[in-house]
C-alpha cells in the first residue's frame, strides 16, 4: 500500500471525479493482475462461446469463490510475515462439525456457531503456538493442518457426513442473490470489510507495521504479539466459513473437503500482490489472484484442452501473467 | 539344483500326499485363517462380514487384522507376525504391491497359504487373487451406456486422481467397450483429485461446453454426487435425462441420485462377496482340497432403480 502517494491525482479531478479516490483504493499491482484477468478472460471467449455466459461467469465466482474468501484471512497473516497452512483442514473440519450438529437435529445457527467455533480454536492454537512457544509459523500451522485432518479421517472413519439440512441454512451455499450465488455475495461483502479494516482502521495500520518491521514496530509500542494472535484466528475462522459454505453447497462434509486448498489460498494472496517476505499485500488483490486461478481453470475446460496437460498450463499462465504484471510496473516506474 | 529336483520329485510328490492326507485329518477348528484390509474404510466392514461369516460356517478360526495406515511397511509387519505365530491362511488386500512380495514368499516358504484380494500384488507368489478387475467393471459400464443412449452421441468421463491405477484400467475399459460404437464420441475427460468440490466445478464447465452432451461417467466415487449435485441445480434442470449418467461405488449420495433418477446405473463392487470367497479358498487350499488355485473376477452388479432395494455385494 506504499504505492498509494507515488501518483498524485491531478488537482481538480479528484473532486469532480471519483477515478482517483478508486484509484487510491487499488494499488497499481492490483490492477495489473486484474488487466491480466480481463486479457485471459478476453482471450477464453474468443475460443468459446461458452464462457462469457451469465450462467458461466456467475459458476466461476461461485467456483473459486471458496479460496478467495480464505485467501482474505491468510493475506492478513502473510503480511504480518507469517503463514497459516491449516486453512483447509480448519475448513475441512468446520464443515463437518457443523454437519455432524445438524445430523443431531441441532438448530441451524448452533451448528453454524460450532463450525464456527472449530475455526476459532484453531486460530487460538495457531497463534498461541506462534507467539507464545515462538514455533515458526509454518511448522506451527503445519502441526494443526496435519491434526485437524487426522480428526476429520477418525470422525469419519472415510465416510462423508451428509446430513439433512433446512433450505434456509443450504441458501448461503447454494443459493442466488439476483443473479449472483451467495457466496460470492459473502465473498465480496468480505473484502469490502477487510479492505476498510486494512486502509482505514488502527488494526488494519499495525498489521502493516508488524511485517514491514517487526522491532520497530514494537519499539513504537505495536502489541505485536496480540496483532499476531487475532490474524491467525481470523484467518482461520473465515476459512471455518469457507467450510460452512461449503457444506452448505453440497449438503455433505467430505473427509477429503479443503485438502490441499492451502496452496491454492496462498497463491492467490501471493498472485494478488502479497509478499511472502511479510509488509506488502492487499484482500483486493488476494481476491484477484484467486479470480484468476479459477478463470484459467474454467477455460482450460471450455477450451477442451487436454486434462492431462492442464495443470502445466495453468502453472506457465499464471507465471507469465504476474511476470507481465511485475515488468510492467517495473517500466512505468511502480514499486520496486 | 534341476537334477536333484528331477530325481527327487516322486518323494516330493509323495510327501505332499502325506502331508495333503494330514492335512485333511487336521480338524477345521485347528484352522487359523488372517484376513488384511488395507485400511479401515466402509469398503473393508465388507470384506470383513463375508469372511467372518465364511469362517463361522466352515467352523475355523479367523482374524481380522486391520493395518493403522496405508503405508507399505505396516503390511509387511503384520505378515511377519503372521509367519511367526504360524497361522494356517493369509489373504491380504495389498496397500504396495512391490513392498509386501518378499514377505509373503517367506509365509509360503513358513508353509502358509496366501491369496490376494481387492488389490493384487502379482509377482509376490501368492496362489490366487480374488476382487473387481477394474478393466472388465470399464467395459461392463461403457456397455451400460451405449445401451442406454442408442449408440450414439457425445460422451464424458469423470475420474478422480489421474494417475490412480485403478482408475485408468476402469477408463481403458469403457473406451474399450465404445470402441463398437462408431457414432458415440468421448468429448472430455477430466480429474478432480476425488474432491467434491472440484468434483462438482468441472461437471458444471463440461455440461455447458457440450450443450449436446449425452452420457456422462463417473469412474470414481465422487462423479456419482458430482452429477447429482450438478442436475439440481437451477442451470441445469433441462438436462436431467437428456444426460445419462454412470457411476462407481454406491456413496449415500450416489444411491439417492438413482432414486431421484439423476443416475441411471451405478457399479458396485461385491466387497462381501470377496471376503467370503477369500477365507473359503484358503480352507480349501489348506485341506489340500483346491491345488490349482485361478484368479476370480468377483465382478460389479449394476445398480439402477429396479434392484436398488435388493442388491447384494
Known amino acids: ?124 492454537v495457531n497463534g498461541l503456538l506462534v507467539t507464545m512457544i ?25 465416510v462423508p457426513v451428509t446430513p439433512d439440512a433446512p433450505d434456509s441454512f443450504a441458501f448461503i451455499g447454494q443459493g442466488y442473490i439476483g443473479p449472483v450465488p451467495a457466496p460470492v455475495v459473502i465473498m465480496l461483502v468480505l473484502m469490502v470489510i477487510f479492505t476498510i479494516i486494512m486502509q482505514r482502521t488502527r488494526f488494519g495500520r499495525h498489521i502493516y507495521a508488524t511485517g514491514g518491521n517487526e522491532y520497530a514496530s514494537r519499539l513504537s509500542g505495536v502489541r505485536v504479539d496480540r496483532v499476531k494472535l487475532a490474524v491467525y484466528i481470523i484467518s482461520s475462522t473465515i476459512a471455518a466459513l469457507a467450510g460452512i459454505i461449503s457444506f452448505a453447497r453440497l449438503l455433505s462434509a467430505e473427509p477429503a473437503s479443503g485438502f490441499g486448498a492451502e496452496l491454492d489460498v496462498i497463491a492467490a494472496a501471493a498472485i494478488g500482490g502479497a509478499s511472502l517476505a511479510g509488509g506488502v499485500g492487499s484482500v483486493t488483490g488476494a481476491v484477484i489472484g484467486a479470480a484468476l486461478v479459477g478463470i484459467i481453470a474454467n477455460g482450460v475446460i471450455l477450451l477442451n484442452i487436454n486434462t492431462y496437460a492442464q495443470q502445466g498450463i495453468t502453472g506457465g499462465v499464471i507465471i507469465v501473467a504476474v511476470s507481465l504484471d511485475i515488468l510492467r510496473s517495473r517500466i512505468m516506474g511502480g514499486r520496486q | 539344483m ?14 505332499s500326499i502325506a502331508t495333503a492326507g494330514a492335512a485333511i485329518a487336521k480338524d477345521n477348528g485347528d484352522i487359523t485363517v488372517a484376513v488384511i484390509p488395507k485400511v479401515a474404510v466402509p469398503f473393508f466392514d465388507d470384506c470383513n462380514t463375508g469372511a467372518a461369516a465364511a469362517a463361522k460356517e ?12 496405508t503405508q507399505g511397511a505396516t503390511q509387511v509387519k503384520i505378515i511377519e507376525d503372521l509367519t511367526a505365530r504360524h497361522v494356517d491362511g493369509i489373504a491380504i488386500s495389498v496397500n504396495e504391491p512391490r513392498s509386501v512380495q518378499g514377505v509373503i514368499k517367506q509365509a509360503i516358504a513358513a508353509g502358509i497359504k496366501v491369496l490376494t484380494y481387492d488389490s493384487d500384488s502379482a509377482k509376490s507368489g501368492r496362489s490366487m487373487y480374488i476382487g473387481t478387475v477394474n478393466e472388465n467393471a470399464g467395459e461392463v459400464m461403457g456397455k451400460g451406456m451405449a445401451d442406454a443412449i442408442n449408440g450414439e452421441g457425445k460422451v464424458a468421463i469423470v475420474t478422480g486422481q489421474l494417475g490412480a491405477s485403478n482408475l485408468n484400467e476402469r477408463i481403458a475399459g469403457v473406451k474399450k467397450a465404445l470402441a463398437a460404437y462408431p457414432k458415440i464420441s468421448v468429448v ?33 466415487q465422487v462423479g456419482g454426487p458430482a452429477a447429482t449435485k450438478v442436475l439440481t441445480e437451477r442451470e ?43 477365507v473359503q479358498h484358503l480352507v480349501g487350499q489348506i485341506k489340500g482340497q483346491e491345488t490349482d488355485a485361478k484368479d476370480i473376477d468377483t465382478g460389479v452388479t449394476v445398480v439402477t432403480t429396479a434392484n436398488i432395494g435388493s442388491y447384494t455385494k
Not at chain 1, 134 to 149: C, N, W
Not at chain 2, 58 to 69: A, C, H, R, S
Not at chain 2, 192 to 209: H, M, N, Q, S
Open chain 2, 2 to 15: 534341476k537334477n536333484l529336483l528331477r530325481f527327487s520329485y516322486p518323494i516330493v510328490a509323495g510327501l
Open chain 2, 236 to 278: 441445469f434442470a433441462d438436462r436431467k435425462g437428456a444426460v445419462k449418467v454412470f457411476a462407481f461405488d454406491d456413496l449415500p449420495d450416489t444411491i439417492r441420485g438413482v432414486k431421484d433418477g439423476y443416475i441411471n446405473a451405478i457399479m458396485v463392487q461385491r466387497p462381501v462377496t470377496m471376503g467370503r470367497l477369500a
Open chain 1, 1 to 124: 500500500m506504499s504505492t498509494i502517494d507515488q501518483k498524485k491525482p491531478a488537482p481538480g479531478l479528484s473532486k469532480s471525479f471519483p477515478v482517483n479516490e478508486v484509484l487510491k483504493l487499488l494499488s497499481i499491482r492490483e490492477i495489473n493482475v486484474l488487466l491480466a484477468l480481463v486479457l485471459i478472460g478476453a482471450l477464453i471467449s474468443l475460443f468459446t462461446p461458452y464462457f462469457l455466459t451469465t450462467n458461466n461467469i456467475m459458476g466461476v465466482f461461485r467456483s473459486f469463490s471458496l479460496t478467495a474468501i480464505m485467501s482474505i484471512g491468510m493475506v492478513l497473516v502473510i503480511i504480518t510475515g507469517g503463514i497459516d497452512l491449516s486453512v483447509g483442514s480448519a475448513m475441512g473440519l468446520s464443515g463437518l462439525v457443523t454437519a455432524l450438529c445438524f445430523g443431531a437435529h441441532l438448530p441451524a445457527l448452533i451448528c453454524v456457531a460450532a463450525g464456527l467455533g472449530v475455526g476459532v480454536a484453531f486460530g487460538l
Open chain 2, 58 to 69: 466352515l467352523g475355523v478360526k479367523y482374524q481380522w487384522v486391520v493395518p493403522e495406515n
Open chain 1, 134 to 158: 515462538g514455533l515458526p509459523p509454518f511448522i506451527a500451522t503445519l502441526g494443526t493442518l496435519s491434526i485437524g485432518r487426522g480428526l476429520m479421517y477418525m470422525i469419519t472413519h472415510g
Open chain 2, 188 to 220: 472430455d475427460l477430466e480429474g478432480t483429485e476425488d474432491d467434491l468440490a472440484k468434483a462438482v466445478g468441472v461437471t458444471e464447465a463440461i455440461l455447458r461446453a457440450h450443450p449436446d452432451l449425452k452420457g456422462l461417467f463417473g469412474v470414481s
